[in-house]
């Protein structure tokens, strides 16, 4: 991906810039905003630092892309104003197709960004931009903020849905520890609905960045609300995570349902460390059956603090969320939403024997592991010694994705992930694994269970061995697709 020109850029030793997620060059960035889709292009706003490679001045950074994978960086969408109403924190946009809030003007329908000021005093308020040339400029609304602060301290992450039955948008804000709801036909006018979380979910954090949509199960045709919630501390594995919600929602409240394994239980979205604030792109093709997803790939925990400081922060591969029905009810299923081997890799296929493979830095690996199996044990390895080291074992119904070796281990970075093996619908489970620079994206089952790590080895991990439990066959059609860059393949012609 082609990246601006930035004057902070200092040079350091080592890089482990990404190959394909995407992050800005000599920048801070934190949670993706305000995306929506419109003519073929995917927009990607995100909390920017334009100053510098920690966070703080928060702006809106912005992005476009055809394929979700080979991105193009544009100018900041929307300015920070320190005298006025204050920094440009996250949310969500809107395509208005019907031009309820009557902004658009001609050829493009108007786009609307939500989002939170925080003013220089810490007040949190809400307010909206537009744009009525397909996102490339956002004029802010000369009424802000549509909604003041209710008298708490954190009141943020604005993300609006349009709500078909009754013909109004429903806006979901975070407050403190849940979320309230708000409606309104002119997305400038809003009233409260109701209130969400108190007794429900995770609360070892604060609850941040909602996202709430329908969705339709493609085998059962049933519709279901989903509930997106970011939570920071809290997560399973330590710090930053996200859970989720499935339910029913009546453009009034949202009632959780079919909790797939027992009310108490916490359903995470992610189980690793570096999988946060993520949120779904509005106006997407098929959007009733899948949500187009990203999310920010860290921690709070140590996000100042990773090692490369010629850039801080990226995101995670975009997914396709949808609704899936499983013997204990629904869950969500989260694979990539790119298309690796669409012209951007090499694939081969691999033997298994008593040798490591040998492995490039950025790539994709899939294979599919039998249950009978009782303990499978992958281990990435560096020239310098560092390790990562996955294990998948069926037997105690745990993946543990350990990190401890990795290099880097400082500020509560030397995290073992532990994510309970929840629900298996097929005795062969097909497992794929996209590893870049400085991550591993581990999808799991059908991609019903994801754990998202950052690790930072001193060099490059340049060898995976697979050691299975036993000689008989139970890892199989293992496949390594190598990343080029789309014009790193079309030199190789
Ligand atoms: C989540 C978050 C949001 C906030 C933004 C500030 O990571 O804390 O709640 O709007 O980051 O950058």
Avoid at 51 to 80: F, R
Avoid at 251 to 276: A, M, R
Wanted: hydrophobic share 35%.
């Amino acid at each position: 991906m082609q990246q601006p020109e930035n004057q902070n850029l200092q040079s350091t030793e080592r890089s482990w810039s990404p190959h394909y997620h995407f992050f800005k060059l000599g920048f801070w960035i934190n949670d993706p905003n305000g995306l929506f889709y419109l003519d073929g292009k995917y927009h990607l706003f995100f909390q920017l630092n334009p100053d510098d490679v920690v966070w703080g001045n928060m702006h809106w950074g912005y992005a476009t892309s055809e394929n979700l994978i080979d991105w193009e960086h544009q100018p900041i969408a929307l300015h920070a104003e320190p005298e006025g109403l204050g920094y440009i924190f996250s949310g969500g946009a809107v395509v208005d197709t019907n031009n309820t809030a009557g902004f658009a003007t001609g050829e493009y329908p108007a786009v609307i960004a939500t989002f939170t000021h925080q003013s220089e005093n810490e007040e949190q308020v809400q307010s909206i931009a537009y744009s009525v040339d397909g996102g490339q400029n956002f004029t802010k609304y000369t009424r802000n903020p549509v909604i003041p602060n209710p008298g708490l301290k954190d009141f943020r992450d604005p993300k609006v849905v349009w709500y078909a039955k009754k013909q109004y948008w429903v806006k979901a804000v975070v407050a403190g520890q849940c979320v309230y709801f708000y409606q309104s036909s002119d997305l400038k006018s809003w009233q409260k609905l109701s209130e969400f979380g108190h007794n429900h979910g995770a609360h070892g954090g604060i609850w941040e960045c909602p996202d709430l949509f329908p969705l339709i199960c493609s085998e059962t045709g049933e519709e279901r609300w989903v509930l997106l919630i970011s939570i920071n501390p809290g997560g399973p594995n330590g710090g930053s995570a996200t859970q989720y919600f499935i339910g029913d929602f009546d453009g009034v409240e949202f009632k959780p349902q079919d909790s797939p394994l027992g009310n108490s239980q916490i359903h995470w979205l992610d189980y690793g460390t570096d999988c946060y604030a993520g949120i779904t792109w509005d106006n997407t093709p098929d959007i009733l059956q899948s949500r187009t997803y990203i999310a920010w790939m860290s921690n709070w925990d140590y996000a100042r603090d990773t090692p490369d400081n010629t850039w801080r922060g990226a995101m995670t591969l975009p997914r396709k969320i949808s609704l899936v029905k499983s013997e204990v009810g629904y869950l969500l299923a989260t694979p990539p939403a790119i298309d690796f081997n669409g012209g951007n890799s090499i694939s081969r296929s691999e033997t298994l024997n008593q040798q490591p493979l040998v492995i490039p830095e950025a790539y994709k690996l899939v294979f599919t592991l039998n249950s009978d199996s009782t303990k499978t044990v992958l281990q990435w390895q560096s020239a310098s010694k560092e390790t990562f080291v996955l294990t998948i074992d069926f037997a105690n119904k745990l993946i543990l994705a350990d990190r401890t070796q990795s290099g880097f281990n400082e500020k509560g970075f030397d995290t073992i992930v532990k994510m309970p093996i929840e629900v298996l619908e097929q005795q062969n489970v097909e497992i794929e694994i996209y590893a870049d620079a400085c991550s591993f994206e581990l999808f799991f089952n059908g991609s019903r269970q994801c754990i998202t790590m950052l690790t930072f080895p001193t060099t490059p991990f340049n060898q995976l061995s697979i050691a299975p439990d036993s000689e008989e066959k139970l890892v199989n059609d293992v496949k390594l697709s190598a990343y080029k860059a789309a014009n790193s393949l079309k030199r190789l012609k």
